[in-house]
């Protein structure tokens, strides 16, 4: 099923003080993110989708990433529990617009998932097990979700759908180190080439793929599987360790 909405948060002002181990998070641009974000708002809209402001928040630096916050299938949000202290916090003006929309519940101790972690495709999640998600919180989101879940280990990363994402179609993308996984055996596998890997965070609606601009490779294999493309500047986003579906939860 297409999505309809888009919840989104505008950068907050500390966001330059976001978790990132990227080379040139030194330079991030406060201004130039809520410029590249304003953008990455106009076109889910263009694109059809009510897109839904959380209030900005002025506290927590990586609060735009709103799709670490919850994860919402089956008409439910389960609000996610972040593995980083420092996130916890960013939730509840989250859960606030959610539970006006659908019954939601929140990730218990000793659970720790983010949404990051988790590909929707074709009625069934893929969840990374990494650097913030766990087993526990992947038990929680399946039962109160209600919906099949599979799992790709790997413990070295921070979340899942920075290396695979749904396309659509039966067709997924995703890097090299993971294109032979059992959890996408069924889907059909674009791999980017070693330089494009970053692009294969993408973000689907309908057949329209959002893609990182600066990656035409990636965005050829797309464009001939059969979709269309927009090329998004998220230079000032990539720089916090965030790329595209970082910034809305689909639904």
Same mark, same amino acid.
């Given at each position: 099923?297409?999505?309809?909405?888009?919840?989104?948060?505008?950068?907050?002002?500390?966001?330059?003080?976001?978790?990132?181990?990227?080379? !040139?998070?030194?330079?991030?641009?406060?201004?130039?993110?809520?410029?590249?974000?304003?953008?990455?708002?106009?076109?889910?809209?263009?694109?059809?989708?009510?897109?839904?402001?959380?209030?900005?928040?002025?506290?927590?630096?990586?609060?735009?990433?709103?799709?670490?916050?919850?994860?919402?299938?089956?008409?439910?949000?389960?609000?996610?529990?972040?593995?980083?202290?420092?996130?916890?916090?960013?939730?509840?003006?989250?859960?606030?617009? !959610?539970?006006?929309?659908?019954?939601?519940?929140?990730?218990?101790?000793?659970?720790?998932?983010?949404?990051?972690?988790?590909?929707?495709?074709?009625?069934?999640?893929?969840?990374?097990?990494?650097?913030?998600?766990? !087993?526990?919180?992947?038990?929680?989101?399946?039962?109160?979700?209600?919906?099949?879940?599979?799992?790709?280990?790997?413990?070295?990363?921070?979340?899942?759908?920075?290396?695979?994402?749904? !396309?659509?179609?039966?067709?997924?993308?995703?890097?090299?180190?993971?294109?032979?996984?059992?959890?996408?055996?069924?889907?059909?596998?674009?791999?980017?080439?070693?330089?494009?890997?970053?692009?294969?965070?993408?973000?689907?609606?309908?057949?329209?793929?959002?893609?990182?601009?600066?990656?035409?490779?990636?965005?050829?294999?797309?464009?001939?599987?059969?979709?269309?493309?927009?090329?998004?500047?998220?230079?000032?986003?990539?720089?916090?360790?965030?790329?595209?579906?970082?910034?809305?939860?689909?639904?």
């Amino acid at each position: 099923m297409d999505p309809k909405h888009a919840i989104v948060r505008t950068p907050g002002n500390l966001y330059t003080s976001c978790l990132s181990e990227h080379p !040139l998070h030194h330079t991030v641009s406060l201004k130039k993110a809520r410029e590249q974000h304003a953008k990455y708002c106009e076109t889910l809209s263009e694109l059809g989708l009510e897109v839904i402001h959380v209030p900005r928040d002025d506290v927590f630096p990586d609060s735009c990433f709103v799709e670490d916050n919850a994860v919402v299938e089956n008409g439910k949000a389960l609000i996610c529990r972040m593995a980083k202290e420092s996130r916890r916090g960013e939730q509840p003006g989250v859960a606030a617009v !959610l539970e006006g929309i659908m019954p939601i519940k929140w990730a218990e101790d000793p659970a720790t998932i983010e949404g990051g972690d988790v590909v929707h495709a074709k009625g069934k999640l893929i969840s990374g097990l990494s650097l913030r998600t766990n !087993l526990e919180g992947v038990t929680q989101m399946k039962e109160w979700l209600d919906v099949p879940v599979a799992t790709i280990f790997d413990p070295t990363i921070m979340h899942l759908k920075s290396y695979v994402t749904y !396309l659509g179609k039966d067709i997924m993308i995703a890097t090299e180190k993971y294109a032979n996984h059992p959890a996408l055996e069924g889907f059909n596998i674009l791999i980017p080439p070693s330089e494009d890997e970053y692009a294969a965070d993408t973000l689907s609606v309908g057949d329209t793929v959002l893609m990182a601009a600066g990656y035409d490779t990636a965005q050829l294999m797309v464009k001939e599987a059969g979709f269309d493309v927009i090329s998004m500047e998220v230079s000032e986003i990539q720089k916090c360790d965030g790329a595209l579906t970082c910034l809305s939860i689909l639904f």
